[in-house]
Each structure stands twice: as structure tokens, then as C-alpha cells.
């Protein structure tokens, strides 16, 4: 010991360690878990599903599914698993009460399902601090819209039917849920847990003539008790009748708002993470990318602000959702382009905070933009626009769709075409909130800046109206969202 003080340079070597070890610690803690099952590695699981039509509603039950939403929560006391929700819980639909449904909800499909959301969330319900949380949440979207039904609303106005044609659509029924089959977690006798959720749109499929010809959907989750984490297996497959299908898993809001809803939802996200300060990490292995017209998302994330930047309040007619997705499918190309200024956002903010305006033709990064979409309700937009699909949301919405590019290495996004895809899997730190903090959104002129505050963040598909039957397989695992305090 008096030998190695008595030596200035191994003190000085033994200070400088410690020092940089003290600054990395501190670095790393400055990063809380957002999620209440950090990294997903929780043996007891709480996940849940949810289906949609087009415009984010119910529409119509399948006949003896009940509403599309179910759930599978349970705590793990060896060696057996305890669940929270029975498959009579699941199959709940328009009609039949339970525990907390208001009488206007118990004959109308699409305020059913929203009630069973929460009834499912308190059966699922972990006590937790910083507040409790309820389960991730699998959601599958149906792209069908009927145009003469005018079940969706216009940028959150309520319109009447129109002619066909701009949306696929088989004919009467076409917006139809999903046939949904549950395979309650069960564990082996090596301590193996597996479940899943599976199913189909195509109501009248022969169930001996397996899935050819038909679309199908499935998530099947794996784990070894007290090992690692949870891998969530999914795949999608379109069909004839139903080429436009979304597939994601998502963390969301445990109480208020998600992205692209209008009503009280539950989710994993205890915290709400707010750029710049959050990042995700998360491990993808996409098996099958689903074809040329799969727009895989290596991230979602999805809020509601209002045009003047005051918070949402769940007024469909003022309420904007924006989503900003990066689409890690090599296939998909920029629709942005000097050419087509109307596909791109009004200017890029570079890492020294300069505006590139999108006419600079010298130096807007065009390939790192596949596509953006201004708000159908703002009043002061800059032309040339795109105008986002009004009737997909119950409210208007704001898209910015980002692909891989050289613009986005700082934040440990995918920088070339083809990385993270299929034959390259990796566990990804991405800074999210440091990302989407400099993207554009549309804003009022004169308004104070709205505080971006993600409701919503998911990984997935969505293969937009293929004319052949695609199919995405991918497994995602160790998904967490990591905040740091507001400097």
C-alpha cells in the first residue's frame, strides 16, 4: 500500500479511472426505465391486443369474438403461472356488462371496446412508482375503407359516404374485425412460458386448408423463467381481400391519450418521454421484410398536440396526432426529392442548428425523407403540400416518415439501406427524443412551441396495399424507453 502511493504516476492512472468510471456511472444513471417492464425481462407478463378498422374504430364485432380486445397478464409463482384475465373476460362484447360499463357503451361497438380497454387494463394493473402500469400492447389495423359506409370522419369532422376507388375494398364488409384466437401462456416442465394471439380477416377461411390464400396474423411470445428477455414473434400476411394490413407492438400511455386515439387508454409507458431527452432500446431480427411495399418501422412514435401547441384534449375537430417513423425497408425509396418538394418537410435542422430549406437543393439531405404530410386542419401552411390522409385517425394527423441515412448516425439510426434488415439483427440504442426534437411540425404561426411528448412508441409493419399475398416475420425483444431529467 505505501509502495504503490509512493508512485505519482499510478496515482494519477488510479485518479484518472475512477474519474472517467464516476462520470460514466453518473452518465448511465441520469437514464431512468420509462417502461414499468424494463427490457422486458418481467416473468410475469402483462400484454394485451387490440384490433382496428381504418379510421381507428370498432365498426362491427365478429360474431362470437366479442370485442377486439383480450388480454393475457399473469404473475409467475413457481412453478405455475397465476392469470388475471379468464378467456370469458376476453370474449366480452356489445351487450354483455361488466365491472365499471356505462350504459351508454354497453350497445354501441366502438365505445365498448374503449371501456374494455380500461376493464382489462385493471385486471392487468401492476402497483408500481412512480404510478401503476397495465400491458404492451399488440395492435393490428385493418387498411380496408369502405367509402360509401361513412363510418370514418373527415380530419375529425363527421362526413357522408363518397365514391370508391381511392381505398382497396372488396365490397359490403370489408372493414370487417378479425377473427382472434388466444393461446393462453402456459409453462413447460423446463421452465419454458409461451403464448400467443393468431387470427385472420377472412371470416369464411376453411380452418383444415391452413393459411394459403388467406391473410393471418400472429404474435407468439417465449421465455425461460428468470432468463433474459421476453421475445415477441410476429407475422403478417395479406391476402386478396385484405392487401393493406399493420402489425406493431406498442408501449402506451398508462392513463390519458395515445397516438392516434381520442379516448382513455392503458399501456406500459409510466413516464411519458419528452424530447429530447429519452432514448429506446430494443433488439429486432426481421426474418421476412413483407415485400416492396412493407413500410417497417425500426421505430414509431406517435403524440397528439394541437396546431397552436397546446396540449390535446380529446376535441377531434382541433386535435392533431403526429407520428415521426423511421421505415428500415431497403426496398421503400424517397418520395421526397428535388423534384418533389411537396413530399418533403419545409426544412431539415442540422446538428449546428442551421435551417435547410428544401429548395437548397445543394444540401437538404432529400433520400433521408421518404415522405411528409401536413395536418388537414392547419391554416397556414407553406406551399407546395401533401395533406395527410384525412380519414385513417379520428383526427387529423401530422406524418414524418424518415429513412436510413448519413444525417441520422448521431442518434444511432441506421445510416445506409439494407442495415438492420433482414439477415442483419442487432440491439439498437437509438436517441429518439434527441432525433425527433429537430424534426418539422406544423405550428401556428406566433404560437408558443408545443412540448413533444410521445404517448405512444412501437416497432412493426405496415405493408401498404401490395397486389400480391406479402408475408413479415420479425421478433423483437429487450424493448425499453430510457429518460433522463429535463436540464
Not at 19 to 46: N, P, W
Request: negative net charge; charged residues 20%.
Amino acid at each position: 500500500m505505501k509502495r504503490y502511493m509512493g508512485n505519482p504516476l499510478l496515482v494519477l492512472f488510479f485518479m484518472t479511472h475512477v474519474l472517467i468510471f464516476s462520470f460514466s456511472s453518473s452518465k448511465e444513471q441520469q437514464y431512468i426505465s420509462a417502461v414499468g417492464d424494463s427490457g422486458m425481462r418481467r416473468d410475469g407478463l402483462r400484454v394485451a391486443f387490440e384490433g382496428w378498422n381504418f379510421c381507428n374504430e370498432i365498426g362491427k364485432e365478429v360474431p362470437a369474438m366479442g370485442s377486439p380486445r383480450a388480454a393475457d397478464c399473469f404473475d409467475y409463482s413457481s412453478p405455475s403461472l397465476k392469470h388475471k384475465v379468464t378467456e370469458a373476460d376476453n370474449k366480452l362484447g356489445v351487450g354483455k356488462p361488466f365491472p365499471g360499463l356505462s350504459s351508454k357503451a354497453l350497445n354501441n361497438a366502438d365505445l365498448y371496446a374503449v371501456e374494455k380497454e380500461l376493464y382489462l387494463g385493471s385486471l392487468c394493473e401492476v402497483a408500481d412508482t412512480p404510478k401503476p402500469w397495465q400491458f404492451w400492447m399488440v395492435m393490428l389495423k385493418n387498411g380496408n375503407y369502405d367509402t360509401k359506409s361513412g363510418l370514418c370522419p373527415e380530419n375529425g369532422k363527421k362526413v357522408g359516404s363518397f365514391k370508391p376507388g381511392r381505398f382497396p375494398c372488396f365490397g359490403d364488409g370489408c372493414m370487417n374485425q378479425p377473427l382472434l384466437y388466444h393461446q393462453q401462456t402456459d409453462i413447460s416442465e423446463t421452465g419454458t412460458m409461451k403464448g400467443g394471439f393468431n387470427g385472420t380477416y377472412d371470416l369464411d377461411f376453411d380452418n383444415g386448408g391452413g393459411i394459403d390464400g388467406i391473410s393471418f396474423f400472429e404474435v407468439v411470445w417465449e421465455k425461460k423463467v428468470g432468463v433474459g428477455s421476453w421475445v415477441f414473434n410476429h407475422k403478417l400476411k395479406t391476402s386478396k381481400k385484405y392487401p393493406w394490413l399493420m402489425l406493431y407492438l406498442r408501449a402506451d400511455a398508462t392513463n390519458g391519450l395515445s397516438g392516434g386515439y381520442h379516448y382513455d387508454t392503458r399501456g406500459m409507458l409510466s413516464t411519458l418521454p419528452e424530447s429530447p431527452n429519452f432514448k429506446v432500446r430494443v433488439s429486432l431480427d426481421v426474418k421476412q421484410g413483407g415485400g416492396p411495399k412493407s413500410q417497417f418501422y425500426l421505430i414509431d412514435i406517435g403524440s397528439c398536440w394541437k396546431n397552436n401547441g397546446a396540449p390535446c384534449d380529446g376535441d377531434t375537430l382541433t386535435d392533431v396526432t403526429r407520428y415521426s417513423e423511421m421505415i428500415i425497408n431497403p426496398e421503400i425509396e424517397a418520395w421526397c426529392s428535388p423534384s418533389n418538394l411537396v413530399n418533403c418537410p419545409p426544412f431539415h435542422i442540422s446538428l449546428n442548428n442551421t435551417k435547410i430549406y428544401r429548395n437548397d437543393t445543394a444540401n437538404f439531405p432529400y433520400s433521408a425523407y421518404h415522405y411528409y404530410c401536413a395536418p388537414g386542419n392547419a391554416q397556414h401552411l407553406e406551399r407546395p403540400v401533401s395533406l395527410c390522409d384525412p380519414y385513417s385517425n379520428p383526427q387529423a394527423q401530422e406524418l414524418v416518415q424518415l429513412l436510413p441515412h448519413p444525417t441520422w448516425a448521431k442518434y444511432g439510426y441506421p445510416t445506409k439501406p439494407g442495415e438492420g434488415w433482414v439477415g442483419d439483427s442487432r440491439t439498437w440504442e437509438l436517441d429518439v427524443g434527441g432525433l425527433s426534437s429537430r424534426l418539422f411540425f406544423y405550428q401556428d404561426p406566433g404560437t408558443p412551441p408545443a412540448r413533444r411528448i410521445w404517448t405512444s412508441i412501437d416497432m412493426g409493419t405496415e405493408i401498404f396495399v401490395s397486389d400480391n399475398f406479402e408475408v413479415a416475420e420479425w421478433t423483437l425483444s429487450d424493448f425499453d424507453v430510457l429518460t433522463s431529467p429535463t436540464p
